[in-house]
């Protein structure tokens, strides 16, 4: 049972990228995927979540309107597609699986509680630089 992340690389500002989270072991119904990403010298943050069951999708405010998560129809992937990269976005990015959907109505902080997460990928690279 693992997840493991794909797609990362180095872009320029402005640029996109596509992130891939493929999970192996276990199917992706009835979990939500939340993406979480770590830069040089910070904590790690949450970004994006989707929900399997009902499809809502959740994104932090730095990333709306940039990113868009989804999952592809076989249900074993889970993916980030990031346009409008900034320099801010570098960092390992990480997939990983909560067993409990969020409720809407909680705050960020609780939908990227690390302890709701049962299951990490190792992260994957993005670097923005001109």
């Known amino acids: 049972v693992q997840l493991v992340e794909s797609g990362g690389g180095l872009v320029q500002p402005g640029g996109s990228l596509r992130l891939s989270c493929a999970a192996s072991?276990?199917?992706?119904?009835?979990?939500?995927i939340g993406w979480f990403r770590q830069a040089p010298g910070k904590e790690r943050e949450g970004v994006s979540c989707?929900?399997?069951?009902?499809?809502?999708?959740y994104y932090v405010d730095s990333v709306k309107g940039r990113f868009t998560i989804s999952i592809d129809a076989g249900k074993m992937t889970a993916y980030l597609q990031m346009n409008s990269l900034k320099p801010e976005d570098t960092a390992v990015y990480y997939c990983?699986?909560?067993?409990?959907?969020?409720?809407?109505?909680?705050?960020?902080?609780?939908?990227?509680?690390?302890?709701?997460?049962?299951?990490w990928g190792q992260g994957t690279q993005v670097t923005v630089s001109s």
């Open positions: 990983a699986r909560r067993p409990r959907d969020p409720s809407p109505h909680l705050r960020d902080a609780e939908i990227y509680d690390e302890s709701e997460y049962d299951l």
């Open positions: 072991g276990f199917t992706l119904d009835y979990y939500t």
């Open positions: 989707i929900s399997d069951s009902d499809g809502a999708t």
